[in-house]
């Protein structure tokens, strides 16, 4: 039997925290149960995750939807793209059988890249490795939801590129739950209609998903102001870790949102707040542990939340007894000392 190797490549940076990200592990599960109620799908489809942030990582190996377990897909900080088209490169001539004279291999298969920020690591050369392959390795779709996708680099990585257009963070759960719902449509189909390598059937797109021909997507939003701005904190309470995302208004970075988070989120290294000017944030987060409302900068780099302006404080990151100085809300600064 020929198999149809189908490859989900997913974003897994901070910026999917929240929404984006439990529809889209939602969309993953929706998707094999409708895959697996086609019998077509049943026979031919194979599905592998790959998650890229950091770095990028195989979840879950080419595996036959019938066994397939949906992994826990972890979010970290970072936009690996380059690592995520090398780790795809090389899994494909790994687990995709190529035709011979003597015997058929698998069909072609579907690369499905979700992604809602602009690459942050080199990805040309990996590009560039992925293209020279022959025969042309996979049909590469890739989808960019929110204002800090690249399109042009999208435009450059996949045959198809589409947009997906949020008016509101509200509306993410039902625009992610129709996208998956016509990702499992064509895959369905094209597992179905397989007399030669699949392409993505022309399915209706779904509302809020549009196809972004070449020179037709908004360029990304200023980089140097990103929509979402992130701090990493750690409770002084209970030692435990979380995110405040502030919100780019156009004017202000503000409306915290608190994001608890394991340690090991930053495992992969931190790479730090990016260079906002402090006079555009305005941070009236509290923590999610202990709802304590100041914030402490100690000097080792690391922020936690404080309870009360005590005079000496231990940094819960380094150990260290600090003094303190200065009182503006979620700004005292520390020293060691
Ligand atoms: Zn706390
Ligand atoms: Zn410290």
Request: a negative charge; charged letters at 25%.
């Amino acid at each position: 039997m020929r198999r149809l190797p189908v490859y989900l490549l997913i974003d897994t940076s901070e910026s999917t925290l929240g929404e984006a990200h439990d529809s889209i592990m939602q969309g993953v599960s929706k998707m094999l149960g409708t895959l697996r109620k086609n019998p077509y799908a049943l026979e031919t489809v194979w599905l592998s995750i790959i998650t890229f942030d950091a770095t990028a990582r195989v979840v879950a190996p080419l595996t036959d939807i019938c066994e397939f377990v949906a992994p826990e897909l972890p979010i970290h900080p970072g936009t690996a793209l380059g690592a995520a088209i090398e780790t795809l490169r090389t899994r494909l001539s790994l687990e995709v059988m190529r035709s011979t004279p003597e015997k058929k291999g698998d069909w072609r298969p579907l690369v499905f890249f979700l992604t809602d920020g602009a690459p942050t690591d080199e990805w040309r050369g990996p590009l560039a490795r992925f293209k020279a392959t022959t025969p042309r390795p996979a049909h590469v779709c890739a989808i960019g939801c929110g204002d800090d996708v690249d399109f042009a680099v999208l435009r450059e990585l996949a045959d198809e590129v589409f947009q997906l257009n949020a008016e509101s963070e509200q509306e993410l759960p039902e625009l992610f739950n129709r996208l998956f719902v016509w990702l499992s449509a064509s895959v369905n189909s094209a597992s179905r209609g397989l007399e030669e390598d699949a392409a993505l059937p022309q399915n209706a797109l779904p509302k809020g998903v549009a196809r972004v021909e070449n020179g037709d997507a908004t360029p990304p939003r200023n980089p140097a102001r990103p929509k979402f701005v992130f701090f990493h904190r750690i409770c002084s309470t209970t030692r435990r870790h979380y995110l405040v995302r502030l919100t780019y208004n156009g004017k202000f970075y503000s409306s915290p949102r608190t994001f608890k988070v394991e340690k090991d989120f930053f495992s992969e290294g931190d790479p730090g707040a990016p260079e906002i000017p402090s006079e555009l944030i305005v941070d009236e987060s509290r923590c999610p542990y202990c709802d304590a409302y100041y914030v402490f900068h100690c000097e080792c780099g690391a922020m936690s939340c404080l309870q009360n302006r005590e005079s000496v404080f231990t940094c819960p990151s380094c150990g260290q007894k600090c003094s303190m100085f200065g009182s503006h809300t979620g700004g005292i600064r520390g020293s060691l000392g």
